[in-house]
């Protein structure tokens, strides 16, 4: 296995998000050498989606994705109509931000329910009704299956497999704009990784993400490890959407209540560099 | 949806195991007429195998499993001769409880290792070995898929598909003594869960457990919530088991250090009897 290519470095910016705003992860990113960045939605709407725009250009830094959109479960139509409406702006804003990808995640069961077919196949009908949208904008949607561990609550799609099944569904003829976003941290337990990153292939393989599983984990949510400092064969998995086709960026995205976001974020920002070059 | 046959209903000794040893949980169940126990070995050995079978058969309890066997892996061969020793005597402990089956739990990664494919080889080729030893002691082996959180440390064996594949390779003409238990924890979020269900069939179905997922779930291991209390569809479920030909028991097994834990025993198994009929 190679070395991964240090420029296909790409800054998620939950990796820093306690510390810094995006203005100064832009900054970070640029005195770093790291040439992509992935801001999330908060963080770009309190920089201004214009403002930010500019200095990821003046920087020329990738925008290698836009979280997020999705979120499209809710107990009524009501609901799901405004999350709808809710995507179309974020497509605007991946549209702004030139973004390679808007990231989706699908949204979990909604409040009082047990049905997650039910759920799975609103979330379905929800990316086919903003897919043409995101089209004509010409931003690509990349669904994340997220870990089974938030299938109740965060998003009900949480396999490669199952993500490629809503792909087929609302994309049958593979006409494109739609994929899938393979985050490490998610799928690096599925026995059918190797093949489903392969079924993607590279026109449906939008984003790569990486971070590591720690042993333990100490919480669901916050508590993701630096790469290296987990059990995750991240080259293993390179490898595999490589030779999928993928040649895209390897964006860094870690949640990490009781470690990284405690650090000051250009120690961060180091050592993902070095671990990128040592354990990716 | 019919509501289940309260005669059904088991005990598995994990619901009770920070106030009862396996003495009390046996009277316990006869007190509350529930009719299987599903004792885990520390219980057993505490108790010692030949007193436990005495009180399980005076009380007329069914044995529904025994937790556990498995745990695989290991850094090296001395490791893994010395877990399948192990489950050796873990057959001859079901045995002598006449146990409906013995409960498998895969491993997860051996200490240092990031190979989980290497890790899932080991563990079917273990499997292999110990199956003609269990058949020719008429134990059932039932291997438990647990949830993909638990990948690392606990059980590199993450669906029903998985958990199925290796009952196919270790017994590819189906001649029996090797199946699955199929708990609503670590599998209702599969998409593939109904189908697989579907596959296993009656003669590959060797137990049912029961508990919920709760939202939000605090701590990986032991958070495990009362029927009725989380998001899962527990008829349904049942529902797939019994389509499929599954007649047995419905094994509580509730891991909850926050909650029912604190609680005394007869109220949980009060608890449990309502939830079972309500909620099941």
Not at 89 to 117: N, T
Not at 168 to 193: K, M, N, S
Not at 240 to 245: H, R
Request: negative net charge.
């Amino acid at each position: 296995m190679t070395t991964p290519n240090p420029a296909s470095l790409s800054l998620n910016t939950a990796t820093t998000r306690k510390r810094w705003g995006l203005a100064q992860a832009i900054e970070g990113c640029a005195r770093h050498g790291i040439r992509g960045i992935a801001p999330w939605r908060d963080l770009l709407h309190a920089m201004g989606v214009e403002a930010a725009a500019r200095a990821i250009r003046s920087n020329e830094l990738t925008v290698t994705g836009l979280c997020r959109g999705g979120m499209f479960t809710a107990p009524d139509a009501a609901g799901r109509a405004a999350a709808i409406e809710d995507n179309r702006r974020a497509i605007e804003e991946a549209h702004a931000l030139d973004a390679q990808c808007l990231v989706l995640v699908a949204g979990g069961l909604p409040a009082g329910s047990k049905d997650i077919a039910g759920a799975r196949l609103h979330v379905q009908e929800a990316i086919a009704t903003i897919l043409p949208y995101a089209r004509q904008a010409g931003v690509a949607l990349a669904i994340e299956p997220l870990h089974p561990m938030y299938a109740a609550d965060r998003a009900c799609i949480n396999s490669l497999a199952h993500a490629l099944d809503v792909c087929d569904a609302v994309d049958p003829q593979r006409a494109g704009g739609i994929g899938v976003d393979v985050d490490v941290y998610h799928v690096w337990w599925d026995p059918q990784l190797e093949a489903q990153i392969l079924r993607a292939g590279k026109s449906r393989l939008h984003a790569f993400h990486i971070c590591d599983w720690l042993v333990p984990t100490r919480d669901l949510l916050n508590d993701r490890g630096m790469m290296g400092d987990g059990v995750i064969d991240i080259p293993r998995i390179r490898g595999w959407v490589e030779q999928a086709g993928y040649t895209g960026f390897h964006e860094v995205e870690i949640f990490s209540q009781l470690d990284w976001w405690e650090r000051d974020p250009d120690e961060v920002l180091k050592v993902c560099k070095e671990r990128h070059a040592q354990c990716c």
